[in-house]
């Protein structure tokens, strides 16, 4: 209804059409976005198996197992989506010769995410995490920026 609304005052009116070139600002990509997601992933999956390490399972367990799982799958994609536009967007062909393993380490991203929607196995939480590291890693060299790896204060670990 409101859609209608806008396009009969559209009609009328006459709206300006606006024109982007990309999804987002120019300079504005950053693979950390990507970096939280997957450590998300780990860290669900550690509370998912915390909880299936009960004895005595309750209903209210089994709720929270299929919330973790839940937001587990929404972080897998939220790494996708997040590698995807910068792989699609901001990688141009002088980025892939400073970097020509991209299109292989991107594929092993989406790839290693949807074993994570997949399962709860952490060491596949850890290899996503180990993949999209790589990616930022690769992402800051062609800027130019040094990078340097940190056990991370929190859980997981």
């Known amino acids: 209804m409101i859609y209608n609304l806008v396009k009969i005052i559209d009609n009328i009116i006459g709206f300006k059409t606006a ?34 390490g009960k004895d005595d399972m309750r209903v209210a367990d089994y709720s929270q197992i299929a919330r973790l799982v839940s937001e587990k799958e929404s972080a897998s994609t939220e790494v996708k989506e997040a590698v995807s ?7 141009k062909e002088p980025q892939f010769e400073q970097v020509p ?9 989406m790839v290693q995410a949807s074993k994570c929607k997949q399962n709860i196995d952490r060491k596949e ?16 060299f062609t800027k130019g920026v040094g990078v340097y790896r940190v056990s991370c204060p929190y859980p997981p670990r």
């Open 101 to 109: 393993n991209m299109h292989r380490l991107t594929h092993n991203i």
């Open 85 to 91: 536009v910068i792989w699609g967007d901001y990688f």
């Open 125 to 140: 939480g850890e290899a996503l995490v180990e993949l999209v590291n790589e990616f930022a890693e690769a992402f800051w």
């Open 19 to 52: 024109q982007a070139h990309c999804d987002i600002p120019c300079k504005i990509y950053d693979p950390s976005t990507a970096q939280l997601a997957a450590l998300s992933c780990v860290r669900l999956m550690d509370l998912i198996q915390e909880i299936e």
